[in-house]
């Protein structure tokens, strides 16, 4: 399945050569909350919460 520009979800891993490295998955918005749980909209419109490299 293509992902739509835009929608692929990449993981900062701080400064190297490569710093920026794409996940599993596609979001069309992406959330933090208090707490520091990271928050996505898949693209069917279900709510998911990040933990690690597998949304849950």
């Given at each position: 399945m293509r992902?739509?520009?835009g929608s692929v979800?990449?993981?900062?891993?701080?400064p190297d050569t490569n710093p920026w490295i794409g996940i599993?998955?596609?979001?069309s918005d992406i959330g933090v909350?208090?707490?520091?749980n990271v928050w996505h909209v898949n693209s069917?419109?279900?709510?998911?919460?990040?933990?690690?490299?597998?949304?849950s």
């Open positions: 992902e739509r520009e979800i990449y993981r900062y891993t701080g599993l998955g596609g979001a909350g208090a707490d520091g069917c419109g279900g709510i998911r919460r990040y933990i690690g490299d597998q949304p």
